[in-house]
T-cell receptor
Framework: GAVVSQHPSRVICKSGTSVKIECRSLDFQATTMFWYRQFPKKSLMLMATSNEGSKATYEQGVEKDKFLINHASLTLSTLTVTSAHPEDSSFYIC???????????FGPGTRLLVL | AQKVTQAQTEISVVEKEDVTLDCVYETRDTTYYLFWYKQPPSGELVFLIRRNSFDEQNEISGRYSWNFQKSTSSFNFTITASQVVDSAVYFCALRGGGGGNKLTFGTGTQLKVEL
């Protein structure tokens, strides 16, 4: 069964609004979670590393103020796309390392469409 | 810097054919981990295998097998007697031995299995 969940699975919003995506680890604690973005027919691009109890670490070129990450607890990380624009439309996937970090399990993803 | 190359963008086979997906990696780490993930049309990434750099034994799991060759920095994936349900995008990924658990993904190979 799934070990990482994401909510919502799909969201459509108007340009200028903010959208929050939740990522939860099920039955295990994750001090670290990762957020990826995937464009159609492209690979996964790591956006940021979410750290429980401290600030997220963003990859080069990712706007911190645009993509707000909060690791509220050992089982929950949230990604908020602020003032979304059509170019933010994408597939967002989170992951969490398990079993001592040797394996990463991925959430089912969230499809965001900004009109 | 780490890099994963999946030179095959798309492969089409007829059901029951064997197919091999290539993966070549680059890393300066002496300890590292290699992964294969399957991404069906639904989008959720499914973990297939993890291999650490000190274990060059090939692995077989049902119709799936993996050939790890450190000498050529390759970690190829073979599906025997392919089935339509194998149709998906397959990603090879690399994680360095240092802390952080970051995965570097290849660009993926789209596999289409037709009747």
């Amino acid at each position: 069964g799934a070990v990482v969940s994401q909510h919502p699975s799909r969201v459509i919003c108007k340009s200028g609004t903010s959208v929050k995506i939740e990522c939860r680890s099920l039955d295990f604690q994750a001090t670290t979670m990762f957020w990826y973005r995937q464009f159609p027919k492209k690979s996964l691009m790591l956006m940021a590393t979410s750290n429980e109890g401290s600030k997220a670490t963003y990859e080069q070129g990712v706007e911190k103020d645009k993509f707000l990450i909060n690791h509220a607890s050992l089982t929950l990380s949230t990604l908020t796309v602020t003032s979304a624009h059509p170019e933010d439309s994408s597939f967002y996937i989170c992951s969490a390392p398990w079993t001592g970090g040797k394996t990463q399990y991925f959430g089912p993803g969230t499809r965001l469409l900004v009109l | 810097a780490q890099k994963v190359t999946q030179a095959q963008t798309e492969i089409s086979v007829v059901e029951k054919e064997d197919v091999t997906l290539d993966c070549v990696y680059e890393t300066r780490d002496t300890t590292y981990y290699l992964f294969w993930y399957k991404q069906p049309p639904s989008g959720e990434l499914v973990f297939l295998i993890r291999r650490n750099s000190f274990d060059e034994q090939n692995e077989i799991s049902g119709r799936y097998s993996w050939n790890f060759q450190k000498s050529t920095s390759s970690f190829n994936f073979t599906i025997t007697a392919s089935q339509v349900v194998d149709s998906a995008v397959y990603f090879c990924a690399l994680r360095g031995g240092g802390g952080g658990n970051k995965l570097t993904f290849g660009t993926g190979t789209q596999l289409k299995v037709e009747l």
